[in-house]
């Protein structure tokens, strides 16, 4: 059964939730995020599914919350933007470390500091890169539509299972705040059944004790945990790469970018092939895992790479690291909150062309 | 009569709860932790709840709690454990869930975290073990270290005009409409280890009611961080420490009780 619904990306992300069947969600109220924890408010899940809906005291209390019910196995989430994300930081290093599934969106602002309200893609390195303290990484998938806030949030679910680790949903102020039609899914049951092996929800007699922890004062054991969790990143790159490309096949010119970006470059790619320019984009939709592979093998048959994203340039350290020199490659992007538009890409894109760099 | 004519069943008058795993206490000799430890684990034996209990331990002396306690726990960040407690309970309206928490833990990095908890009610146990210092790190100056008192970061005497006041947790969180009972009790004494066991059962049989937030505080003695043996650390807390934050219950059964 299609159920069509026109949507807020936010509102997106909130409906999807309760038909992914999560148990709980944990929030803070910050722009441009807050219809989130509004919808859901709203929509009253208890009454629909049993999922609990609760407005924290801060963000630090809302991710040790999702920690919490993570820990007993529940399918919980945690929704912020930018600054609120930052201070969820230790809370997600702790449920990195101690191998809790959860999902966490981060609707992107301008920064740093307390910076603006409006769009940005500034927090990559963070997303990408750990973003707390430790060795740890989270899976991360970046929405280009409304249609992908809702289905992200049901994969996201899946592999934050799959893998006992929290996956971020990187969106930005444009996603969140935009309405476009969505096809929603089908309401998905609440898990009822809870794996023995480490859920903590109370030690009966027949097997040990579980304990949520990311401590191990022995350096040699906590050094073998890494190594564990170090393997299961290994495991991510290798099975969950996702990506799109759009007119690649014969592209002499590559823009890479996701998110918003991607939605601004694939019209910037139009306008290029009117031109004339054999242009493609290649759209990230894991940011990690990243799309290594492909854009190595990209690298190899383009003339040139542009990296369009809103920051001031940290994608393309990873799409450098994976072009390995073979091409060059170069950023384009506003930030601070300003949204590229896509003749202001092309722009970017001739320059990159003619030889000239900003 | 040789030992082997002694130990019978019928000569048993004591033995260590089940709940309590066989790993060797690593607290200091005197450190009033082991014996919270043991009469929170044998509540929850005598009630029989051990699978339907979940504790939350948190950063400080208290972190290793779960080396010792023979339940499933989830290990809290610094100060969140009443959070982790909340995303819990949530999710597990009919569990028992509880926190045991330190002074530095409870009322300087999760204040928030513990006022707000409370505030909402949530129908959990807070354990408050209050020694006026931060054990784990050291012996540094806590929220609720005493005015005047040396520790290692205050070494010549907590300053209460640079350092701040000595903070009553107990006394803050019973003005709250979430809580529904709130008490204060020690166990350096047998007659102290009765009541706080008591409180403790309360405590839980509250949760089966889901009235709102049961606060215990236990004045402790940390004699490593006072620098004292533990006799002295003993005659010290009953000197000083309970003059200052005084046993009784502050709210039973939602009210205040009146003085």
Known sequence: MRELRLMKGNEAIAEAAIRAGADAYFGYPITPQSEV????????????????????????????????????GKRVLTSSSSPGISLKQEGISYIAGAELPCLIVNVVRGGPGLGTIQPSQADYFQSTKGGGHGDYRLLVLAPASVQEMSDFVKLGFELAFKYRNPVLILSDGVIGQMMEKVELFEQQPRVTTFDPAWTVTGKPKERERNIATSLDLDPYRQEKHNY???????????????????????????????????????KAVQLARAKGIKAG??????????????????????????SVEMSAGQMIEDIQLAAAGKVNVQHFGRYGGVIPAPDEVLEALELLISGGSK | MNLKDIIKPENL????????????????????????????MEVIEEMGIQSETIGVAPVGCSVLAYDFMN????????????????????????????TYQGDGDLAAIGT??????????????????????????????????????KSSTSPFGRDVATMGNPIKMTDLVAQLPGTYYVTRQAVHKPVNVRRTKKAIRIALENQKLNKGLSFIEIVSSCNSGWKMTPVQANIWMEENMIPFYPLGDLKVDGELVKK
């Not at chain 1, 999922?51 to 809302?62: D, F, G, K, R």
């Not at chain 2, 008058?13 to 009469?39: E, F, Q, W």
């Not at chain 2, 505030?119 to 807070?126: A, Q, S």
Request: aromatic content about 8%.
């Open chain 1, 37 to 72: 924890l509004e919808y859901l408010m709203a929509e009253q899940p208890m009454e629909r599914t049993g999922m609990v809906v609760l407005q924290a005291e801060s963000e630090i209390a809302a991710i040790n919350m999702v920690y919490g019910a993570a820990a007993t």
């Open chain 1, 228 to 266: 564990k969790l170090q393997a299961k990143y290994k495991a991510m790159e290798e099975n969950e790469v996702r990506f799109e490309e759009f007119d690649c096949k014969d592209a002499e010119y590559l823009i890479v970018a996701y998110g918003s970006s991607a939605r601004i470059s694939q």
């Open chain 1, 281 to 306: 984009l290649f759209r990230p939709i894991t940011l990690f895992p990243f799309p290594k592979q492909e854009i190595s093998a990209l690298a190899s048959q383009v003339k040139g790479i542009l």
């Open chain 2, 13 to 40: 008058v004591y033995s260590k709860t089940p709940l309590l795993t066989d790993n060797v206490m690593s607290y200091c000799p005197g450190c009033s932790h082991g014996t919270a430890h043991r009469i929170i």
């Open chain 2, 71 to 98: 339940i499933d726990m989830a290990q809290a960040a610094h100060g969140r454990a009443p959070a982790v407690a909340t995303g819990i309970k949530r999710c597990w309206p009919e569990k028992y869930v509880f």
């Open chain 2, 112 to 149: 928030a975290e513990t006022i707000h908890a409370c505030n909402r009610g949530e129908n959990i146990m807070i354990v408050f073990i209050n020694n006026g210092i931060y054990g784990m790190t050291g012996g540094q100056m806590a929220p609720t270290t005493l005015p005047g008192m």
